[in-house]
């Protein structure tokens, strides 16, 4: 056979290789298309609602280069506000596409990037196994990087649609590393570190890109003596190397630590307690690679005040062995993958693991990053297993099956983690069977029950979870709420007041307090309220606008249009701003007459609607519809809050009224439809 021959068949086998990798590649991403098809129809949770649902910074692409410059723009609570501009970016943009708060939108935009991230590690691993043959590289490789686009970790980070940052910032350090890898004519041009400044501009632990680029080097890019002290010599060697990478994350620490700020708060207690109770979680996290259990949106763990305690003499020890056997690995020749990959996961862990307190002990979402390092050691392991034992076939059939189980057990517990993540019920629900000496947990599921009417068990709820977490302020504000829901003013107040007390600087108790006040009747301490809330948050949006009505209610009307002139700059959708613009520029005389009016009753229905004051709600819509009987608005309302009070064929009926009006509702179409799925289910448990 000639050369050309040769040559050729050669060529041929390649492309067939890169043919089937394509389609079995493709196969895998419909296969896990499937397993998280039930989380595209998932709802915003958690630290969403004043990031995203509550951020009126994301309502226009317009606004998108603001928040370059802008912290407070990430979220429209002051201690939250960090400086993470692309992933606010990206917010913006989904915000668009989806033609407003559109779930949809922003689990498809997830997804996409999520599936670039598992391309480009595949990329990563099968360039890092180029020490073993094929096709045990690129089959390892394949089956290492699915394990962990299957593994029910991911799943947090999937469905918890802001932390998308964990997202982002890892997909900018695992493509820095391969852009390096795989085009070294661009390394001088230093290319490699732009996808690593786009994953610190998205969150800030890409920053941790430097010392793993530096152990790549150390691993991959010198020739060392195969013992302790040619790995030293390695490091000294390529460190001038990693010098642009240690300019670019030490300066955008230090630009980040300058961008945030002076309000926001990581939240956490002793820097001391957090550090060692970070040696048994760190630990914790390891195991759960392998045995993902107690998979839970927020863990009831608590510090540790003693380094003496058991849990952390096997955390230390577990850090300490494999930190050796890292180094050990890194020396040999067959495992240096696998040393790249357990240093990944310590160094990754840093931001979150170290002497920087979190209000959260632990996160499931921590463990997206350190994992990419586990699956490239694990990779490694496989791959020299696999061809180490050619000649026996009864391990690789053994190893297969072990892998297999593991791939059908991931992807179901997968699936199961996407329906737990599908509402806000649910989410809490299983967060209190799994960690039920959580307070904040406990609280998050009483406003479940608190937005369904169910007053009272929201109202046991916040007591158990006040129990556990006595000055806890949000949750003061809702037993203020609920206590007014069940017609306990006294209590209610109280509850407000107390909210102030344990924190005089937080704008969230004196809105809603204001927003008690206003529904009360009492303007003048309303307004107060409104602008104590404002003068700690300015861009905040509600009290702005129960502000202008206060204003528009009392006649103010100067003050009323220029404050309404300042809300549109926020939010330029505001409905109550338009309207009082609209008013004074037309008949500055009807300013006042509008507390008459139906649009003035609509408005204060939707205030006794979001305090659960479905009685007065339907009342003041009622009156609405008496005044304007053309308003769909005001049926729809209506019907909302007979369906609040489970007046299924009452609320039906506005509802259709609302249609009628105005066929291109859709809330009011929405409202119809729970209405008629309750009155079905009815008569069906009739029959």
Known sequence: MSVDEVTQKGRSKMSGNGLARVIIGSLSILFLLGIYSRHFDNSFHFDDSHTIEGNVAINSPGNIPSYFVDATKFSSLPANRMYRPLTTTSLAIDYWLGGGLNPLMFHISTFFWFTVQLITMWVLCYRLLSSFPEPSRGTISFFAVFFYGVHPVCAETINYIIQRGDLYSTLGV????????????????????????????????????????????????????????????????????????????????????????????????????????????????????????????????????????????????????????????????????????????????????????????????????????????????????????????????????????????????????????????????????????????????????????????????????????PYYVTLAINLGVVESALGNKEEGERQFKRAITLNGENDRSHFFYARWLY????????????????????????????LLRLLQEDGQVNEAKTLATQILQLSADSAIAKRVVAIGESDPDKF???????????????????????????????????????????YNNL???????????????????????????????????????????QKNGTH
């Not at 009747?521 to 129960?546: F, K, M, Q, S």
Request: hydrophobic fraction near 45%; proline fraction near 4%.
């Open 174 to 469: 695992v493509g820095g590393v391969v852009t390096y890898i795989c085009w070294p004519a661009s390394r001088s041009k230093l290319l490699y570190l732009v996808p690593p400044l786009l994953g610190c501009l998205s969150k800030q632990a890409a920053i941790v890109f430097a010392p793993i680029f530096w152990i790549y080097l150390i691993a991959f890019e010198s020739k060392h003596e195969n013992n302790l002290k040619g790995l030293i010599a390695a490091a000294i060697k390529t460190f001038s190397s990693t010098i642009p990478a240690w300019v670019l994350c030490i300066g955008f620490y230090f630009l980040q630590a300058y961008m945030a700020p002076p309000s926001s708060s990581f939240g956490g207690g002793s820097r001391y307690d957090y550090a060692i109770t970070q040696a048994y979680v760190i630990l914790t996290y390891f195991t759960r690679f392998f045995v993902p259990v107690n998979l839970t949106a927020d863990t009831d763990w608590q510090l540790m005040n003693s380094a003496l305690s058991l849990e952390f003499a096997l955390g230390i020890t577990f850090i300490v062995g494999a930190l050796g056997l890292a180094v050990k690995f890194l020396i040999s020749q067959n495992f240096r993958a696998a040393g790249f990959g357990l240093f990944w996961f310590f160094i990754a862990l840093a931001p979150t693991s170290s002497f920087i307190p979190f209000a959260e002990v632990m996160n499931d979402h921590r463990m997206f990053f350190p994992f990419v390092g586990l699956t490239i050691a694990a990779a490694n392991i496989g791959a020299y297993f696999f061809d180490a034992s050619k000649s026996k076939k009864t391990l690789q059939s053994i190893g297969g099956a072990i892998l297999t189980t593991y791939l059908v057990l991931f992807s179901w517990q997968t699936w199961e983690r996407n329906e737990v993540w599908h509402s806000e019920e649910s989410l809490w629900l299983d967060t209190i069977k799994k960690s039920p000496k959580n307070g904040r947990a406990l609280m998050n599921y009483g406003l479940t029950q608190m937005n369904k009417g169910d007053f009272v068990s929201a109202r046991n709820n916040f007591k158990a979870a006040e129990a556990l977490m």
């Open 519 to 546: 529904s009360q009747g009492r303007i003048d301490e309303a307004i107060e309220r409104c602008r104590n809330a404002l003068r700690i948050n300015p861009t905040y949006i509600e009290p702005n606008e129960l």
């Open 639 to 681: 019907g909302a809050c007979y369906n609040a009070m489970e007046q299924w064929k009452l609320g039906a009926e506005a509802c259709l009224k609302a249609i009628q009006l105005d066929p291109n509702l859709q809330i009011a179409k929405n409202n119809l439809k729970a209405a008629e799925e309750k009155l079905l289910q």
């Open 592 to 634: 006042r007459a509008t507390s008459n009016s139906a649009s003035y009753l609509i408005e204060r229905s939707m205030l006794f609607y979001t305090l659960k004051d479905y009685k007065r709600c339907a009342e003041t819509s009622r009156s609405a519809a008496i005044l304007a009987p053309t308003s769909a608005r005001a």
